[in-house]
């Protein structure tokens, strides 16, 4: 061994040195015995001249004999019982975090919580779909979810949470992975770091039923129950109590899923804005006029395009997707003859992922 014998002189010549100086010409210092009790437990020992007997310990005896196996176990349980190393695993990660969080998120998912009486929405970015199918990213999304839907202060039509004060409550997180007490900016960042990419609460809503009515929901790209990609609310009205409520839950649901496959702007036409309106027709009569036609014929073709577009951006007056025989009028009309009470529809949202973010 090369470390060995190049210690091995020197400590052997120490020796001498000390020894020579402490026994001032007794032939046996108390050195000369420490050095011979080890030799006699193994140590080793070398002559120098003819002067008193003098040795170099082997290193090997002053290093700890424990096996590799023996090391890791150790560490491992100087790990566990420290923390430290995840400890710092989980600050360069948060670190990391930050860093990306000034990246385009317009991937991700609608997360929605529901109870009788309540719906909740909310939307939770990332950068790739491959995070969006995360079952952590999903469980964080429903977890926000459900945190939502426990605020006060929504009211019959939809309501816009403010982000900012969802950031700071509190979530109880009970995954393998991401659990206990936290903020919902301090757990949405945890996922971030563990991720790799920027992952953001973009928004949130709220709807409450009316108090004589229901509540419907509807999830589109679903991977798993709770969460999609387009997300459609709707609230159903009526005035006699002792309709029945799985009549109207049935064509809530359907009206739902209605909205998000239909798109609709406008729950009537005398919600559509005057200047969506006047822009429309501005453009319609810009087409009529380019086929040359009397002006008459022009403001005939204007009207029967301006039906068409309130078709298409008006709830009330598009055709019903489960049954275009009619639009979702007569679909009302006929429910208020079935159940016996006039119903209608209180509000509705459409949501949907990254719209607006892109292009």
Known sequence: MVFYRGVKRPIAIIYKSLNSSICCGHGYSTLTRFGNSIAESGGYFHKYGNGPRTFAVSI???????????QMNLI??????????QKDLRKRGIVLASKKSSRTAAEGLLALAQNERKAAVIELNCETDFVARNEIFQYLALSLAKLALLLEGSQQSFTAFPIGHLEELKLNL???KLSGVKSVQNAITEVAAMMGENVKLRRGFAMSAPSLGVISTYLHTSPQPGVGRIAGILSLEVEDKNVSQDALQRVGSELAMHVVAAKPLFLTKEDVSSDALSNEREILKSQAESSGKPQIAIEKMVEGRLRKYFEEVVLMEQ??????????????SNLSKDVGSPVKIGSFLRVEVGEGLQG
């Not at 491992?76 to 190393?85: C, D, G, S, V, W």
């Not at 055709?319 to 009302?332: A, G």
């Open 76 to 85: 491992k349980l100087l790990r566990e019982r420290t923390k430290a190393a």
């Open 174 to 176: 009970d995954h393998p």
């Open 60 to 70: 090997r005896r002053y290093s700890a004999e424990i096996s590799s196996s023996e």
């Open 319 to 332: 055709k019903f997707i489960v049954n275009d025989t009619m639009n979702v009028k007569t679909l009302l």
